[in-house]
């Protein structure tokens, strides 16, 4: 059974950190790109960052760029997002997805992943 399985959302006060984690289960997560994408209460859901599958290359939105890093872990069958300096705008459900044939122009667009996790809240407030 193809799974994806996000965790390690939670509260936290402006400035602080949070590192969230989508483990793969039924795939090798290494053969896919792995996308971290979020939604805001009444808001589309938009990509944060995704790693390539190709060959490993990371990227940002503009509004994460300098304090989100992702990182894939092969042994683990694990996609980190290491969220740092968040701010009260980064508070939504969190989700991760999985591809093989998104591109780099279709990857932050949440209608090409096929495989997503269930979601874990992160919000920021004081």
């Known amino acids: 059974q193809v799974q994806l399985v996000e965790s390690g959302g939670g509260l936290v006060q402006p400035g602080g950190s949070l590192r969230l984690s989508c483990a793969a289960s039924?795939?090798?997560?290494?053969?896919?790109?792995i996308g971290w994408f979020r939604q805001a209460p009444g808001k589309e859901r938009e990509g944060v960052s995704c790693?390539?599958?190709?060959?490993?290359?990371?990227y940002y939105a503009d509004s994460v760029k300098g304090r989100f890093t992702i990182s894939r872990d092969g042994a683990k069958n694990t996609v980190y997002l290491q969220m740092n300096s968040l701010k009260p705008e980064d508070t939504a459900v969190y989700y991760c997805?999985?591809?093989?044939?998104?591109?780099?122009?279709?990857?932050?667009?949440?209608?090409?992943?096929?495989?997503w996790g269930q979601g874990t809240l992160v919000t920021v407030s004081s």
């Open positions: 997805g999985a591809d093989s044939s998104v591109t780099i122009r279709t990857m932050f667009q949440y209608r090409y992943f096929e495989v």
């Open positions: 039924g795939f090798t997560l290494d053969r896919y790109t």
């Open positions: 790693i390539s599958s190709r060959d490993g290359s990371t």
